[in-house]
T-cell receptor
Framework: QQQVKQSPQSLIVQKGGISIINCAYE??????FPWYQQFPGKGPALLIA?????SEKKEGRFTISFNKSAKQFSLHIMDSQPGDSATYFC????????????FGTGTRLQVTL | DTAVSQTPKYLVTQMGNDKSIKCEQN?????MYWYKQDSKKFLKIMFS???????INETVPNRFSPKSPDKAHLNLHINSLELGDSAVYFC???????????????FGPGTRLTVL
């Protein structure tokens, strides 16, 4: 059972364009939603994260939009650059002693010149 | 000044062998994790230790045994390796206590295990 569904599986965007990756979750107990960026041969690195008490969080060119009622959240990358080409994972967890991250299936983003 | 380090980076071995992967973090975190990333890039948690105590133990074959000698180290030992164990294994760490539960996890560079 995939608790966090992510789409699209892959995405090609032109330089300067907007990249949008979507995630949907099932467990309403989730209360922390991070996005991780992974370059080939490297471990995932936290990019940006949001709590459900806000609907949007922006850090530089990266924005998370969160819709609690729809149980969906998305990552928007503005002015996409070739250096943004990587695999992006959404994740969700429940605050507590276990706090395990449940990851989406990943989106491979390619930003072309 | 690597935050989370893993050794070895690559591990090639025969079916049936026993192997270990080591992980160390110098972030002072109280919690460490092992994840498995399969060929389709899917990341799934295997184990987690908080202050050397096992707190997450997902449905993983008992051929996999984690060991945490102290808060800064979490090793993974795998017995009787099988072809299906081939994957990239990531160690991660986070600080759960005193941070309001923000589970920002820092990942190591991964260990690519290939079982022949």
């Amino acid at each position: 059972q995939q608790q966090v569904k992510q789409s699209p599986q892959s995405l090609i965007v032109q330089k300067g364009g907007i990249s949008i990756i979507n995630c949907a979750y099932e467990n309403t107990a989730f209360d922390y939603f991070p996005w991780y960026q992974q370059f080939p041969g490297k471990g995932p690195a936290l990019l940006i994260a949001i709590r459900p008490d806000v609907s949007e969080k922006k850090e530089g060119r990266f924005t998370i939009s969160f819709n609690k009622s729809a149980k969906q959240f998305s990552l928007h990358i503005m002015d996409s650059q070739p250096g943004d080409s990587a695999t992006y994972f959404c994740a969700a967890s429940i605050t507590g002693t276990a706090s395990k991250l449940t990851f989406g299936t990943g989106t491979r983003l390619q930003v072309t010149l | 000044d690597t935050a989370v380090s893993q050794t070895p980076k690559y591990l090639v071995t025969q079916m049936g062998n026993d192997k270990s992967i080591k992980c160390e973090q110098n972030l002072g975190h109280d919690t460490m994790y092992w994840y498995k990333q399969d060929s389709k890039k899917f990341l799934k948690i295997m184990f987690s230790y908080n202050n050397k105590e096992l707190i997450i133990n997902e449905t993983v074959p008992n051929r996999f045994s984690p060991k945490s000698p102290d808060k800064a180290h979490l090793n993974l030992h795998i017995n009787s390796l099988e072809l299906g164990d081939s994957a990239v294994y990531f160690c991660a760490s986070s600080q759960l206590t005193g941070t309001g539960g923000y589970n920002e996890q820092f990942f190591g560079p991964g260990t690519r295990l290939t079982v022949l």
